[in-house]
């Protein structure tokens, strides 16, 4: 389960984020630099929760490390949910 768990797989089901983002211009903020993390095709911000999550989206298989360094660049946090059994 480590390739599951630890990368974010190419599809149109996505991995979910939660961040300690509390406005808009910090959701934006994240968006702008996770888009800038090669392989990320598309990201979801839900702003309708709490905490904020974000999901996204990729084309090649993408490290969560790289995902979460990103998001530490704007001094925020994002933590992945747990994967589920299908």
Do not use: D
Not at 22 to 48: F, M, R
Not at 50 to 75: D, H, M
């Amino acid at each position: 389960m480590e390739l599951i768990s630890e990368n974010v797989i190419p599809g149109n089901h996505g991995k979910i984020f939660a961040t300690n983002a509390e406005n808009k211009e910090q959701l934006e903020h994240i968006k702008k630099l996770v888009l800038e993390v090669p392989g990320i095709q598309h990201v979801e911000i839900k702003h309708e929760t709490y905490p904020r999550e974000f999901i996204v989206y990729t084309t090649t298989l993408v490290s969560i490390i790289e995902i979460e360094k990103a998001v530490n660049r704007t001094g925020l946090n994002a933590i992945p949910k747990t994967t589920f059994v299908l």
